[in-house]
């Protein structure tokens, strides 16, 4: 993980704990004390449910900004590839000329510099192809030096033109990393100042809510590892040994925070979870959902075995999960959850389900 990548985490982390709240929104949401339990608890299931749309919306930017990076990091692979190609056309032009200055000194010094002179020194390979009839007053071996420079001079040439336009495409896919990078941290703050702005009662019944969510939450992860840690599978659903290896890592990562944009080991966001938990069995996987796609083999619902990723496109959601049997999955939900274990039977989830599976060793 790079030094800017932990930093740009931080970041996030920090201002996903910022308060920050529009007063129409206070307004709207949160007008008037609740008038018993039952509407305090409606009050908030209406900020949580907002703060999910928030979160899920900053989680899309967030695989936006993955994506970005992915061609970003392909743009200056191939980037280097042609500084490496125009650096050894750059080394050939110059051995190339030297031998041509070679043959016109020659030329003039034998006196056949006006037959020659004018083809050998053109800096024009048009101009050159236009002449060529010319070489038939050339040696062989300097009628191939003269193709060669020509061919070298056209090579450098789109060369270099190549290397401008990457230029242009990786300032522009810079700028839309940025935008991305800018729309979560903004998505994160104003789904944090909603949950700031719980105040007196609602604030504590929220953080009561929240601490029996996470006590939950635990006592899951830790039957899960019991039950990975004893061998004991679902009869018929037994994992290859990569998603044995890959659901052990991530049932171990419970309870670790959710940070845009992380692969571990710290931190993960929803697809540097899958990615990490796969690099740790040996497969590769992008730091990308939608990309995870492509590396994995599609299975139906009944079909599922542990191991398998989940992917949750529909409504505007751009998330995945590991199943790891039993109707439930691990995964990076959001900062509020972080790393946890859910049901995939839960509402939001069976409402944007777009399909598993099998990932696949590349």
């Known amino acids: 993980m790079?030094?800017?990548?932990?930093?740009?985490?931080?970041r996030l982390r920090a201002a996903a704990a910022a308060s920050f709240l529009a007063a129409s929104m206070a307004v709207t949401l949160l007008s008037g004390p609740p008038a018993s339990a039952d509407s305090l608890a409606k009050q908030?299931?209406?900020?949580?449910?907002?703060?999910?749309?928030?979160?899920?919306e900053a989680e899309a930017a967030a695989e936006a900004y993955n994506e970005a990076m992915i061609n970003l990091r392909s743009i200056?692979?191939?980037?280097?590839?042609?500084?490496?190609r125009i650096s050894r056309a750059s080394?050939?032009?110059?051995?190339?000329?030297?031998?041509?200055?070679?043959?016109?000194?020659?030329?003039?010094?034998?006196?056949?510099?006006?037959?020659?002179a004018q083809l050998l020194l053109t800096k024009n390979p048009r101009e050159f192809l236009d002449r060529s009839t010319m070489l038939s007053i050339v040696a062989g071996n300097q009628a191939n030096e003269l193709r060669s420079i020509n061919s070298v001079r056209l090579s450098l040439a789109t060369s270099k033109a190549e290397m401008s336009a990457i230029r242009k495409q990786r300032a522009a896919v810079s700028r839309q990393a940025k935008r991305?990078?800018?729309?979560?941290?903004?998505?994160?703050?104003?789904?944090?100042?909603?949950?700031?702005?719980?105040?007196?009662?609602?604030?504590?019944?929220?953080?009561?809510?929240?601490?029996?969510r996470r006590a939950e939450q635990a006592r899951a992860a830790k039957a899960a590892q019991r039950t990975w840690a004893s061998g004991k599978v679902i009869a018929g659903k037994?994992?290859?040994?990569?998603?044995?290896?890959?659901?052990?890592?991530a049932l171990r990562?419970?309870?670790?925070?959710?940070?845009?944009?992380?692969?571990?080991?710290?931190?993960?966001?929803?697809?540097?979870?899958?990615?990490a938990a796969y690099r740790h069995a040996g497969v590769f996987l992008p730091h990308f959902s939608k990309a995870q796609r492509g590396y994995v083999r599609k299975v139906g619902w009944s079909q599922m075995k542990p191991g398998d990723i989940m992917f949750f496109f529909r409504r505007g959601a751009h998330h995945v999960a590991i199943y790891i049997g039993g109707g439930?999955?691990?995964?990076?939900?959001?900062?509020?959850?972080?790393?946890?274990?859910?049901?995939?039977n839960a509402p939001w989830y069976r409402a944007r389900f777009s399909g598993a599976g099998r990932v696949v060793g590349r």
């Open 2 to 10: 790079s030094a800017a990548t932990r930093l740009l985490g931080v």
């Open 44 to 56: 908030i299931d209406r900020v949580e449910a907002r703060v999910s749309e928030l979160e899920s």
């Open 76 to 84: 200056d692979a191939k980037r280097n590839r042609l500084q490496a």
């Open 91 to 116: 080394t050939s032009m110059g051995r190339l000329q030297r031998s041509i200055d070679a043959m016109a000194v020659q030329a003039y010094t034998t006196g056949t510099m006006s037959g020659t």
């Open 180 to 212: 991305q990078r800018d729309q979560v941290s903004a998505k994160l703050r104003q789904a944090q100042g909603l949950l700031s702005s719980l105040k007196g009662k609602a604030r504590k019944a929220y953080l009561a809510r929240l601490a029996k």
């Open 238 to 249: 037994a994992p290859s040994a990569a998603a044995r290896r890959a659901v052990t890592y």
């Open 253 to 275: 990562q419970v309870g670790k925070p959710y940070i845009a944009f992380m692969a571990g080991e710290r931190a993960f966001d929803c697809s540097g979870l899958t990615q």
């Open 328 to 344: 439930r999955m691990v995964h990076a939900e959001n900062p509020r959850s972080d790393v946890t274990i859910t049901s995939i």
